[in-house]
């Protein structure tokens, strides 16, 4: 299996997480990289940048699909949908932004009011909203068949 990391020096890197090896270096943001999620078969990386960009890689290659503008300050972190056909931006603008949506799918955001919430990604109505963490919401992520969310909190809990 792999696991992906955001770093300070505006990259991305794609690990063999047995090996601890480096097997891909993604670049292309020209500003910290805060968040990176893989979508749920493990084919795509999103990534999420000061530079007010998220960003769609092919895990595989390293090749970036698609940059996605429209935030107008930092993006904090990416989410995929469960299918992998919709990415969830959250950003410091105050704004979620969902990107592909499509009908009857879900998103999931975080948020620094302590909460996790669940939106209908055609309507933008709420659907549920979560509460426990007692501190921001740094991150959320969906299983891959969509069923449950986690979430990841400046409280140091998941």
């Known amino acids: 299996s792999r696991v992906a990391s955001a770093s300070p020096d505006e990259t991305v890197r794609v690990w ?3 090996s601890g090896k480096e097997l891909q270096e ?4 020209t500003d910290y990289v805060k968040g990176v999620a893989f979508s749920g078969d493990g084919s795509k990386v999103a990534s999420a940048s000061k530079d007010k960009t998220v960003r769609i890689w092919d895990a595989t290659s390293g090749e970036e699909l698609q940059k996605l503008e ?3 300050h930092f993006v904090n972190g990416v989410a995929f949908s469960g299918d992998g056909s919709k990415v969830a931006s959250a950003s410091t603008d105050r704004t979620v932004r969902i990107w592909d949506a499509a009908s009857g799918s879900k998103v999931a955001s975080a948020s620094t009011d302590r909460t996790v ?3 209908d990604a055609a309507s933008g109505k709420e659907l549920q909203k979560l509460e426990g963490h007692t501190a921001f919401v740094t ?3 969906f ?4 069923s449950r969310v986690a ?3 400046r ?3 998941v």
């Open 16 to 18: 063999d997480a047995a």
């Open 26 to 29: 993604l670049e292309g943001h």
């Open 70 to 72: 429209g935030h107008i």
């Open 117 to 119: 919430r669940i939106w």
């Open 139 to 141: 991150g959320v992520s």
């Open 143 to 146: 299983s891959g068949d969509g």
């Open 151 to 153: 979430s990841a909190s």
């Open 155 to 157: 409280d140091k809990t």
